[in-house]
């Protein structure tokens, strides 16, 4: 797959491609287009995809990765205008986009789900809020959790303690007397600072690529955040 061409471009071939592996079918065989926006202008490039003979819904929905933290680098001190449109591809480290993220979470279709890769034992871990929402830039990309289930701490809630906004390290709206995002170096939702450090670099102790009071240790491997369809 020719994923360095764009990211945005790689990302609409990830989705069609996990769509279809997923049984989301296409209402007929043939060629099927897909228009995907390549900057600041409204030019694109249409993806065109053939598909056997298939049935299907305008109601089906299909996962989205949101989040991809493979080897806990600094990927993720990134600015907010790239937050905002996303960066990476689907196979490696990968953030899908805080505009992007707003307007799905926002139809109330989707729960999230993070996987979780203990870094010592190896073992994997999962958490699942029921409720997710991402406000829209104007509001900082203000985010709500609720409706928690899994094996892995509910570490993520105290981000959602009065709806925090997203911070980046040009861009501080935590609620801590320094800028959370630049002294730990990764967007997210900080407070004061963080429990959940999915997008920080691995770099040993509590300011590190973790997941607060995992069993097992904190200290991950790797993370995965997913839009699920309720």
Request: aromatic share 14%.
């Amino acid at each position: 797959m020719l994923c360095r061409l764009h990211d945005r471009l790689c990302h609409a071939i990830f989705l069609l491609f996990h769509e279809y592996l997923d049984g989301v079918r296409f209402s007929q065989k043939g060629i099927h287009s897909l228009t995907v926006g390549v900057g600041l202008s409204n030019a694109g490039i249409t993806v065109k995809v053939s598909f056997p003979d298939v049935n299907c819904s305008s109601a089906n929905c299909s996962s989205v990765l949101v989040q991809q933290n493979l080897d806990g680098s600094k990927f993720f001190n990134r600015s907010w205008a790239e937050f905002k449109v996303g960066f990476g591809i689907p196979s490696g480290n990968y953030w899908l986009g805080n505009d992007e993220l707003s307007q799905l979470t926002l139809t109330g279709r989707y729960k999230v789900r993070f996987n979780l890769q203990q870094a010592d034992t190896g073992s994997w871990y999962y958490v699942d809020y029921n409720t997710f929402r991402v406000q829209s830039e104007a509001d900082n990309y203000k985010m709500y959790v609720s409706g928690y289930s899994g094996n892995a701490a509910e570490s993520f809630r105290y981000h959602n303690h009065n709806v925090m906004m997203f911070s980046t390290y040009d861009r501080d709206n935590d609620r801590s007397s320094s800028n959370c995002a630049a002294s730990r170096g990764g967007g997210f939702w900080h407070k004061r600072c963080d429990h959940v450090q999915i997008n920080l670099p691995r770099v040993g102790g509590s300011d590190s690529f973790s997941w607060n009071n995992l069993s097992g240790g904190e200290e991950l491997q790797t993370s995965r955040m997913w839009l699920h369809c309720k």
